[in-house]
T-cell receptor, first 115, second 112 residues
Framework: NAGVMQNPRHLVRRRGQEARLRCSPMKGHSHVYWYRQLPEEGLKFMVYLQKENIIDESGMPKERFSAEFPKEGPSILRIQQVVRGDSAAYFC?????????????FGPGTRLTVL | LAKTTQPISMDSYEGQEVNITCSHN???????ITWYQQFPSQGPRFIIQGYKTKVTNEVASLFIPADRKSSTLSLPRVSLSDTAVYYCLVGGPGAGSYIPTFGRGTSLIVHP
């Protein structure tokens, strides 16, 4: 049973380009969370999705950032026109029911570097 | 959401028992307490979860007093590989609506 998979593991972009981060949840999990972690800081919640629905995007910047979790395929976090401040580690996690008693299973993260 | 407070960092030595306390004064009746561990360059990993009294698994113990306004994660006989950041989370079981808040966690450094 494969764990949460994220790709790419490392992504380098120049300012103004687009970054597309992928997350495949654990089998049977329909709840996906995206987090951002800056160096020496904790995880900051960005967005929570269920299949085909955004449940809560209160932690995601209103501009340039978007997320989706289609019926088929991985969840995508998309950052348009990246800036240096977007450089961070982006983690996704999945859980079966989206409750606090569920264990969140995290992927290995995508480290985005904006030059 | 109940806010949590934990020490920013702790130091210990191999073989010692480490106790990390988390304060959550405004914890709600339905809230559970969950701890995660994060190694450098990895995603967090679930350690233990509890509601009241004491919970123990193969990795750690979780002590929760009767008023539930705090909790203590206990790591027995730590080794160098226990060096990590430990996060305390508090939240209710609302299905499909739980947003985990990780905060900055406690950075534990285990010395030889």
């Amino acid at each position: 049973n494969a764990g949460v998979m994220q790709n790419p593991r490392h992504l380098v972009r120049r300012r103004g380009q687009e970054a597309r981060l992928r997350c495949s949840p654990m089998k049977g999990h329909s709840h996906v969370y995206w987090y951002r972690q800056l160096p020496e800081e904790g995880l900051k919640f960005m967005v929570y999705l269920q299949k085909e629905n955004i449940i809560d995007e209160s932690g995601m910047p209103k501009e340039r950032f978007s997320a989706e979790f289609p019926k088929e395929g991985p969840s995508i976090l998309r950052i348009q026109q990246v800036v240096r401040g977007d450089s961070a580690a982006y983690f996704c996690a999945s859980s079966p029911r989206g409750t606090s008693t569920d264990t969140q299973y995290f992927g290995p993260g995508t480290r985005l570097t904006v030059l | 959401l109940a806010k949590t407070t934990q020490p920013i960092s702790m130091d210990s030595y191999e073989g010692q028992e480490v106790n990390i306390t988390c304060s959550h004064n405004n914890i709600a009746t339905n809230d559970y307490i969950t701890w995660y561990q994060q190694f450098p360059s990895q995603g967090p990993r679930f350690i233990i979860q509890g509601y009241k009294t004491k919970v123990t698994n193969e990795v750690a113990s979780l002590f929760i007093p009767a008023d539930r306004k705090s909790s203590t994660l206990s790591l027995p006989r730590v080794s160098l590989s226990d060096t990590a950041v430990y996060y305390c989370l508090v939240g209710g079981p609302g299905a499909g609506s739980y947003i985990p808040t990780f905060g900055r966690g406690t950075s534990l450094i285990v010395h030889p």
